[in-house]
């Protein structure tokens, strides 16, 4: 069936360092979303991507979706403790459904 | 105060009950939606809801079942035939289950109900 995968499952960064999660489709995508959820918290929505080689930036994240629209990568400049946290993507399909990677946890190390 | 409650936030039930697990939107939201999520892992689909009245199975429906009576209420039952009940449950809704010009609608999601199973 159809996977959305994504790298690394975990990361440790020294605070102020660079961060950056890579999402994976085995399949074209209609779009990508990308949620945060806080330890102990729920997903919040923080952006979705539709178009081919689309790149958004909020403020130091930088979002990115890939030619091919089967990849995604979000990107975190200078990381803060603030970001600390699961980071998801969520596929949208040609189904009109929307399909979770299994998220990256973020650590930052103050 | 707009947005999308759980309740209850901790629930503990003894092996072989049903529990029953609430979620109510004031968003006006169409389309509403039950994910389970397991230490470590991601989210996955239990059942959603495209419209009052209607709903369909996810990926992983088996021992779960639901009701859209409302269109502001989508609870959630766990039966006695889950073989591995213990999770942290989400419901999340949205506006509308198509997006439109190859968008998903934004999910906007509660602050869950942690299910222990004893």
């Known amino acids: 069936g159809q996977q959305v995968m994504q790298i690394p499952q975990y990361q440790h960064v020294q605070e102020g360092e660079d961060f950056t999660t890579y999402c994976n489709s085995s399949t074209t995508l209609s779009n990508i979303q990308w949620y945060k959820q806080r330890p102990g918290g729920h997903p919040v929505f923080l952006i979705q991507l539709v178009k081919s080689g689309e790149v958004k930036k909020q403020k130091r994240l930088t979002f990115q979706f890939g030619e091919a629209k089967k990849n995604s990568s979000l990107h975190i400049t200078a990381t803060q403790t603030t970001d600390v946290g699961t980071y998801f993507c969520?596929?949208?399909?040609?189904?009109?459904?929307?399909?979770f990677g299994p998220g990256t946890s973020l650590s930052v190390i103050p | 105060d707009g947005g999308i409650t759980q309740s209850p936030k901790y629930l503990f039930r003894k092996e072989g009950q049903n529990v029953t697990l609430s979620c109510e939107q004031n968003l006006n939201h169409d389309a509403m939606y039950w994910y389970r999520q397991d230490p470590g892992q991601g989210l996955r689909l239990i059942y959603y809801?495209?419209?009052?009245?209607?709903?369909q199975k996810g990926d992983i429906a088996e021992g779960y079942s639901v009701s859209r009576e409302k269109k502001e209420s989508f609870p959630l039952t766990v039966t006695s035939a889950q073989k591995n009940p213990t999770a942290f449950y989400l419901c999340?809704?949205?506006?509308?289950?198509?997006?439109?010009?190859?968008?998903?609608?934004?999910?906007?999601f509660g602050p869950g109900t942690r299910l222990t199973v004893l």
């Open positions: 969520a596929g949208g399909t040609s189904y009109d459904k929307v399909i």
């Open positions: 809801s495209q419209i009052v009245n209607d709903f």
């Open positions: 999340a809704s949205s506006i509308a289950w198509l997006g439109g010009f190859g968008t998903t609608d934004t999910q906007y």
